[in-house]
């Protein structure tokens, strides 16, 4: 400023000395000197709003960096936030306003390489969950497209060069916006037009929420890939089982359509023929496993490149319902085969290890005719042995019988047992009912066991009486221990068995459609007639104790009159209770009966017997919740007494016992799309024909499998002894 001041203070002098010469008037040098005066302020003024607009270009650029900064923060979560806080702390210090913008600009730079980085993993996972979304389907949802982060609105366009190092994905809405990138020229590029700013959220969270989802989709593929290499290695088991021909990779030929689903049940045109190229390059390549764990089976081989398709998966399980579905219609028909064959067997005294031999050597569900071969020499044999035959059976039917508890004479055929005129319709004849009688006792098996064990109670019971009514009983050791382990089995064993029978016969009756008889007696007539006879004995006995007279012997049922509903203990007890104190209460000698007389208690109507009119007129008798072991019965059983005057209760429908072909349409099979049934290791056996309860009883072997249930309960009685 002093050399401008100087310059000007030596120049006035020279144009004054002009002026002199020139002989302006002095008026004109006051218009020089307001000239120069005004170009000076002019300069001067020039000079500082240029740098103003630069101090102002400058203060604006780093207003829109710091936007910029803000909406990346926002945009990339922690990490954003952390910047923001070291650039708060780095504007505290000064500095000028192009090392500010430059501090800016590099951290503006790390920011966009963390979003850029956290933007390709994110389009990344977006990716595979689309695709896995589509593989899997709902509830695997494809992702939702990334919002904005907000203030992306406010920021002004620039020129963004579009990013090329990643593949555009497959979710639409994440690469059709434009990006901040980190290209800062200095230079203007023309080639290159303005782009909104538009920031994506890319945040710890968002990055969280897309990491567990394809994390869990992941896990969902790799759970049905393993489910669908399983029922891979159960079709190759069913292959090898059902002996099936090779599946058609063209038009079906060999192979029964029945085993495939219909093509126009497939989803999309051509997918059923696709996989099943793909089944049967899977079953030409891998063995059937036979073992017991599927975690020790071989990895099935062919499965490179296989996804799990929903389409697929639906299609393996159909599958397997189809192939299921006809092992158990081919299973059925050879037992019923084998039915028929064993019992042949055992009338021609087949060697047991031959019989086993044929059974190890034939297992298998394939369509062959073993069993119809095997059908067929027996039946021949039998046509050359026919008097033989006769002796046979009919000593079957007389073990069989009486293995039944059934009374001499009873059956479906008891005068041609007595007939000697040999011929093929008698031996047919007796073979039915032969059959009848084994279906029978496969039919009655565990609790006929238990019925026998009752009655070998009640032996034990008279048995027990008996040893007690012995006067010389005490000068024998040994009987009185046989009485101590008789009692505790007659008391312990005899109630509870008893009260398994009553829980179990009557759901066994309603769903066989028949009473179970034993000996000509239904066997819970006899059981609950056999309670109240025991209760009557008790309440005789305890009244004769107590000096009252006996109870009114009760009406036994007779077919024109109903027997009325055996009353629980609880109501006994009460009506006893209510009777007894009815009757005069005895006095002790000497004692004075007025003031030693008890109140007379009423008779509670709640808990008493109580008799209400039935239809018809017949009164029934009611009781509160009557128990086995009381003497009471459950709704629908029949009442005591049913069987007196040898009245056996008759019941409606064929008979239960009559042998039934086993055809295919017994075995429900399930419509398509229903509810999957998993075969486990354990379900896939090779077939092999189960041998009947009546052929172990005929060769002296019982095969039950209920036996553990009675040796528990024999178990828990000896260990009181």
């Excluded at 963004?160 to 901040?180: D, E, F, G, I």
Aim: aromatic content about 4%; glycine content about 6%.
């Amino acid at each position: 400023m002093m050399d401008v001041t100087t310059h000007i203070a030596e120049q006035i002098p020279i144009l004054q000395s002009l002026h002199t010469r020139l002989g302006l008037p002095d008026n004109i040098l006051a218009e020089d000197m307001a000239r120069i005066d005004a170009a000076v302020r002019t300069a001067i003024q020039s000079v500082v709003r240029s740098r103003e607009d630069e101090v102002a270009s400058w203060e604006e650029k780093i207003n829109d960096e710091k936007r910029v900064i803000h909406c990346i923060a926002k945009a990339v979560g922690d990490r954003g936030r952390s910047a923001l806080a070291e650039e708060r702390r780095e504007t505290m210090v000064p500095a000028s306003l192009p090392a500010q913008h430059e501090r800016l600009v590099r951290q503006t730079k790390e920011l966009e390489q963390v979003y850029e980085e956290r933007l390709a993993k994110i389009e990344e996972m977006m990716t595979t969950l689309e695709k896995l979304s589509l593989l899997l389907g709902p509830p695997y949802d494809p992702p939702a497209p990334l919002k904005e982060v907000p203030e992306s609105a406010t920021l002004p366009p620039r020129a963004v060069p579009r990013r090329s190092t990643l593949a555009p994905p497959m979710v639409a809405p994440t690469t059709n916006v434009n990006k901040r990138h980190s290209a800062r020229n200095t230079t203007p590029q023309p080639e290159i037009p303005l782009q909104p700013q538009v920031w994506l959220d890319v945040g710890e969270d968002v990055m969280g929420t897309l990491e567990k989802a394809v994390s869990e989709a992941l896990a969902e593929r790799d759970t049905r890939l393993e489910e669908l290499e399983t029922d891979f290695g159960h079709l190759v088991w069913f292959a090898s089982e059902l002996d099936l021909p090779p599946l058609p990779t063209g038009p079906l030929d060999e192979f029964p359509e029945r085993l495939l689903p219909p093509s126009d049940m497939e989803e999309t045109p051509g997918a059923h023929e696709r996989y099943t190229k793909l089944l049967a390059s899977i079953l030409a390549v891998n063995e059937p496993w036979d073992g017991d764990d599927d975690a020790d089976a071989p990895e099935i081989q062919g499965m490179d490149g296989i996804e799990p398709e929903i389409g697929l998966m639906k299609w393996v399980a159909w599958i397997a319902e189809l192939w299921g579905e006809e092992k158990e219609i081919r299973d059925a028909q050879c037992q019923e085969l084998y039915e028929q064959i064993e019992p042949l067997w055992e009338r021609l005294k087949v060697d047991p290890d031959e019989i086993q031999k044929f059974i190890d050597e034939n297992r298998g569900s394939g369509e062959n005719t073993y069993l119809a071969k095997e059908l067929q020499r027996v039946q021949d044999l039998r046509k050359s042995s026919l008097s033989e035959l006769f002796v046979e059976v009919r000593q079957e039917i007389a073990k069989l019988q009486n293995h039944l508890l059934l009374n001499k004479g009873e059956g479906s055929t008891p005068d041609a047992l007595n007939n000697e005129e040999y011929s093929e319709e008698l031996l047919k004849e007796e073979e039915d009912e032969c059959q009848r009688l084994r279906d029978e006792v496969n039919a009655k098996g565990p609790v006929l066991k238990k019925v026998k064990e009752w009655i070998q109670l009640k032996k034990d019971e008279v048995k027990l009486s008996t040893i007690e009514a012995d006067p010389d009983r005490f000068k024998k050791a040994r009987n009185m221990l046989e009485e101590e382990k008789l009692r505790k089995r007659v008391e312990k064993l005899k109630p509870k068995i008893e009260a398994q029978l009553l829980a179990t016969l009557p759901a066994w009756e309603e769903e066989h459609g028949g009473p179970f008889l034993a000996h000509g007696e239904r066997v819970v007539d006899s059981i609950q007639n056999a309670i109240a006879e025991k209760a009557k004995a008790r309440d005789a006995k305890k009244n004769a104790r107590m000096g009252l007279a006996p109870r009114a012997a009760s009406v036994r049922a007779t077919p024109a009159q109903p027997a009325s509903r055996v009353v629980s203990s609880t109501a006994r007890s009460v009506s006893n209770t209510t009777r007894k104190r009815d009757a005069p209460t005895p006095c002790p000698p000497g004692g004075n009966g007025s003031t030693l007389k008890r109140s007379r208690i009423g008779q509670p109507s709640s808990r008493s017997t109580s008799s209400r009119p039935r239809a018809g007129g017949i009164p029934r008798m009611t009781a509160a919740t009557p128990t086995p072991a009381s003497g009471g019965r459950a709704f629908g059983q029949p009442a005591l007494g049913a069987l007196a005057n040898g009245n056996t209760p008759q019941m409606t429908g064929p008979d239960p016992f009559k042998s039934r072909p086993i055809t295919s349409h017994l075995i429900k099979s399930r419509p398509p799309g229903s509810s999957r049934r998993p075969l486990s290791a354990k379900s896939r056996t090779s077939f092999k024909p189960r041998p009947s309860l009546a052929a172990g009883l005929l060769r002296g072997v019982d095969v039950l499998e209920a036996d553990e249930a009675g040796e528990a309960g024999e178990a828990e009685v000896d260990n009181v002894y």
